[in-house]
């Protein structure tokens, strides 16, 4: 059965922050495009994360390059937009408790700039003037002017909007099932209510897109890595930057299977203060740790240990999509020609969400890629390529 | 005759019956909002009045944020209207 | 640490017959409630600490209190039994853990320091009651308008009335002892506005045969509103609240048959100083969502506990008794805390009355016919939207308007109600949805349409049951690693 009337250039499999971005620059190039999505738009990984757009955490290399075109364009082409998503460059203080620490933070600093990130180093006894409520006991720091913050939800909902608005079309509760191929070819989707055949697939899938590639028979390890969250009552004006311990960047780089905590504190609109972070991998395992709960909190209060008498309203988990290799999947797939990813961007999604869009549009389009894509090609871990 | 005790609210005394709770004492004061919102800045105070609605937060003896639904009375005590907690810095 | 074969959080009459039946048939049990006595909202009365004489006023199956009251203290303390009962009052659960055998229970006092920090208990039977259900209206913000079980539990407990001149309204049963009880302390009770009609359920065979008790108690709430002369309002609903800083007046509107607002009725304001809104109640079920116990959708459209027929969720040792079932009153819940008790006892193999067991379970299948017929009577109007305005608050924690609702459905494309949250954030304030949790489902689904378990369950999920400080989770201990809580929001 097919669904009538649709023949749409690219369909997106997806209603996260990949999928809204991929549909929204896929509009702007002046494509049709259909977006599938097996929940509710923004139901997924979108939903469970804080929204961060950081450069601190990335040293030289193809994710950088990535983040500082997201960068570009969060200020630039979807600048006008921020205030849908109460986008704030409120800068990240990364914060160094022992003089080691803040050795091993100069080393970073150091490289970062060279690759073109602004930091600047912040002394012992400069902090209280960025953050007053930190403890006094810390080595140093280094504030990165240019990591940002954004509603995760209103901007990926915000994207689909826009979308629609130019004309694309957003199908929820529609699960897709499998591929139309045209022998290898991918020619469109199979789902519960429907065919839609379309000049492109896109799988935006999130941590799911493993599962999906799958479907079409092709290999992209995206495997979940489980995270917790805190969240405080609202308070007045308590944390003003995007606050995280040294050890966060070492932390996002593991691969370790076990529960790693690391802290991350930041506040919201709403007056909330949002502190993490944990890793897991645990599969999809839905069951709340308290043990990981509780080492958020402790970590959380060496920082700031004002917050103590704190209320915590809720907490929540989210399953970011790893690959092994820490890099997002951005790109067509020459093993299933019609196919494309965009997913597997961990703990950084949102941020680099508009970019990686951008570039996986120009793929489709055949326009000039604004920096190098091939790092990010989704074939990159077939077996072909490692013998 | 049930025992009275004396306490404040915003520096002015009021008394209640022991073994009442916060909140009856200040409906029983006709004080019916202690309390304003972070966004609308409006008044609010028991809604609920049995625990659930975190309406009718108020500080008592300097700890904010106590339900006055379910905090019983006792001689002394200082209540004080306001709205969000404040982080002391560098607690 | 404290070790108890039976746990009981809440000590209202589901709670309390849970753990006095428990602990007469020899299990150690705890009992949690975050009051500062038993009783629960049900037989909520003054501190026992300051004894007065008229301690039972307003009250209704009293000696069912102090009979189990009676027991229980034998059972704490007296010469034969003491200790089977731990009563740990003026506590809250803030999280629960399921254990490879068993549970614990992380406490936390309501206010004050913490006595007993953690319960582990090889079974459990969740008892945690409910509390009224509210829809907006216009000016439902204002201080003076208070939920209808608020206003009596001032009455009933602290013997402090809400305001002089009230007007008590919404629908269901619940609403004449809270008018009856404003009336015998000397308010001005203008009206009760019923929204349904009473040709539905006072009249009902299945009402007054099988609970003749609650016919009984009709019968004498008429003639206590006749003797206080309080209009009795039937298809009557409260349409705009009014008033600077205080509630100082409220506008009327009739119901059709079908509950929608007739546009062709006009009827006079009533100046009022106090609100007294009750539209059923919304069962508590945080707890049983954390224990990962499956839920389902009641009559009533509530989100209750799925329990088998003798009280059993479908988590080994877990229970659940009282409204967090379905919402069907005190009585009932007295027996299905005492079916559960004996449950628990005959799962951890000792000797129970099978008869008295079936005879419960007689007595609730009863109950819960009749609770149904009342809960059928008494449905939230269907026209409950035509009254709000755009700037019409639903969540008072965040102070979200209809509007801003209305824009993540109609302009953001939410579908659900989870989904409206995420976008607009009713629900995400201090009491997490408690209040408009239900308001907020249904402007999330088309009008018309009936709540499913999949609207409701993700809102009910709190994993933290309680606020609980930074402080207090970072040095709480933990049972194992491995032991868990369950996030249903799939």
């Known amino acids: 059965m097919t669904i009538s009337g649709t023949h749409p250039d690219v369909v997106v499999i997806g209603a996260g922050a990949l999928g809204a971005a991929t549909a929204w620059f896929a509009t702007r190039a002046g494509l049709t495009v259909e977006v599938v999505e097996r929940g509710s738009i923004v139901s997924g990984t979108t939903s469970a994360c804080e929204g961060n757009l950081l450069v601190s955490d990335k040293e030289a290399g193809p994710e950088l390059d990535l983040a500082l075109l997201s960068h570009d364009l969060w200020r630039g082409e979807l600048g006008e937009l921020g205030g849908l998503w109460e986008f704030e460059e409120k800068g990240g203080l990364v914060v160094a408790a022992t003089s080691g620490g803040m050795a091993g933070l100069t080393e970073l600093t150091e490289r970062q700039r060279a690759a073109g990130i602004e ?269 | 005759m049930t025992d009275q005790v004396n306490l404040t609210f915003d520096g002015v005394t009021i008394t209640a019956a022991a073994g009442q709770s916060v909140g009856a004492a200040l409906t029983d004061a006709g004080i019916r909002s202690w309390r304003s919102t972070r966004r609308g800045d409006r008044p609010r105070g028991l809604f609920c009045g049995i625990g659930v609605c975190f309406d009718c937060l108020v500080t008592v003896d300097g700890r904010p944020n106590q339900r006055a639904c379910l905090v019983p009375v006792r001689d002394g005590m200082r209540l004080e209207s306001g709205g969000l907690r404040e982080v002391s810095a560098r607690g | 640490m404290a070790r108890f074969d039976l746990a009981v959080v809440g000590a209202g009459p589901a709670g309390l017959s849970a753990a006095v039946t428990a602990a007469e048939n020899g299990l150690t049990v705890a009992l949690v409630d975050a009051g500062t006595q038993p009783g629960g909202q049900f037989w909520r009365h003054p501190d026992e600490h300051h004894p007065r004489p008229d301690e039972g006023r307003g009250q209704h199956l009293w000696s069912r209190f102090t009979d189990l009251r009676t027991r229980l203290r034998a059972l704490e303390s007296g010469a034969a039994t003491a200790g089977r009962v731990e009563l740990v009052v003026g506590h809250q659960v803030w999280f629960v853990e399921t254990l490879a055998e068993g549970f614990m229970l992380h406490l936390s006092a309501t206010h004050g320091e913490t006595r007993l920090p953690q319960v582990r208990a090889a079974s459990l039977v969740l008892c945690p009651g409910g509390y009224d259900r509210q829809l907006p209206v216009p000016g439902w913000e204002l201080p003076g308008v208070m939920a209808a079980g608020g206003v009596q539990a001032l009455l009933k407990a602290h013997r402090s009335v809400a305001g002089r001149r009230a007007v008590v309204a919404g629908t269901g049963p619940f609403l004449l002892p809270v008018a009856a009880g404003l009336a015998q302390a000397g308010a001005d009770v203008v009206a009760i506005c019923e929204a349904g009609s009473l040709s539905g359920w006072a009249r009902s065979p299945l009402g007054a045969a099988g609970v003749p008790s609650k016919a009984l108690e009709a019968v004498e709430y008429a003639a206590l509103l006749a003797r206080h002369r309080i209009p009795y309002r039937m298809r009557t609903v409260i349409t705009a609240i009014r008033g600077e800083s205080e509630v100082g007046s409220v506008g009327l509107g009739r119901l059709d048959r079908n ?148 824009a993540a459905t109609k302009e953001l494309g939410a579908t659900d109600a989870r989904t409206v949250k995420l976008l607009a954030r009713p629900g995400m304030g201090w009491c997490q949805g408690r209040v408009c949790g239900f308001a907020a489902a249904k402007l999330a689904i088309p009008v018309g349409e009936a709540l499913t378990a999949s609207d409701l369950a993700p809102l009910a999920k709190r994993t933290f049951a309680a606020p609980v400080s930074l402080e207090t989770l970072a040095t709480t201990p933990t049972e194992s690693d491995s032991a868990t809580s369950h996030d249903n929001d799939a």
């Open chain 1, 119 to 387: 930091v600047r180093e912040v002394a012992a006894d400069e902090i209280h003037h960025y953050e007053p409520h930190l403890t006094p006991e810390l080595a140093g720091a280094a504030f990165y002017p240019q990591d940002c913050q954004v509603q995760p939800m209103l901007m990926a909902a915000h994207l689909l909007r826009l979308a629609r608005q130019q004309g694309a079309r957003v199908r929820t509760g529609t699960t897709v099932t499998g591929f139309l191929r045209d022998g290898d070819r991918v020619t469109g989707v199979r789902t519960d209510c429907g065919d839609i055949s379309a000049g492109h697939v896109v799988n935006a899938a999130g941590t799911w897109a493993g599962e999906m590639a799958a479907l079409a028979g092709v290999d992209v390890p995206v495997l979940p890595r489980r995270g917790f969250i805190l969240v405080t009552e609202p308070l007045p004006p308590t944390v003003f930057h995007k606050v995280y311990a040294g050890e966060y960047v070492a932390s996002t780089q593991s691969s370790d299977e076990g529960l790693q905590t690391s802290t991350v504190i930041e506040g919201t609109r709403s007056g909330t203060v949002l502190i993490g972070s944990s890793r897991e991998r645990v599969g999809f395992d839905r069951t709340v740790s308290l043990s990981a709960l509780r080492e958020i909190a402790s970590k959380a209060l060496a920082l700031y240990p004002s917050l103590a008498p704190v209320s915590l309203m809720r907490t929540y988990l989210g399953f970011r999509p790893y690959c092994p290799d820490h890099l997002p999947v951005i790109g067509t797939d020459p093993r299933a020609p019609g196919l494309a990813h965009v997913a597997g961007h961990e703990g950084a999604g949102i941020g680099l969400s508009v970019g990686s869009a951008k570039l996986l549009v120009e793929a489709m389009t055949g326009a000039t890629p604004t920096i190098d894509i091939t790092p990010f090609r989704p074939e990159r871990f077939s077996l072909q390529e490692v013998s």
């Open chain 3, 259 to 406: 509950g929608r607002l007739r546009t062709d009725v006009s009827l006079p304001d009533l100046d009022v100083d106090l609100v007294a809104f009750g539209w059923g109640f919304t069962p508590s079920l945080e707890l049983v969502t954390a224990v990962g116990a499956s839920t389902r959708v009641d009559v009533d459209e509530s989100l209750i506990a799925d329990v088998d027929d003798w009280q059993r969720t479908d988590v080994p040792g877990a229970y659940v008794a009282g409204e967090a079932t379905g919402v069907g009153g005190a009585l009932l819940a007295v027996a299905e805390g005492e079916l559960a008790a004996l449950a628990a006892s005959r799962d951890a193999g000792r000797p129970v009355s099978e008869a008295r067991a079936r005879s419960l379970q007689r007595q609730i299948a009863r109950g819960r016919r009749f609770a149904a017929t009342m809960h059928r009577a008494h449905p939230v109007p269907a026209g409950w939207q035509d009254w709000l305005e755009p700037d019409t608050t639903v969540c008072r924690c965040e102070e979200t308007t209809l509007g801003e609702i209305c």
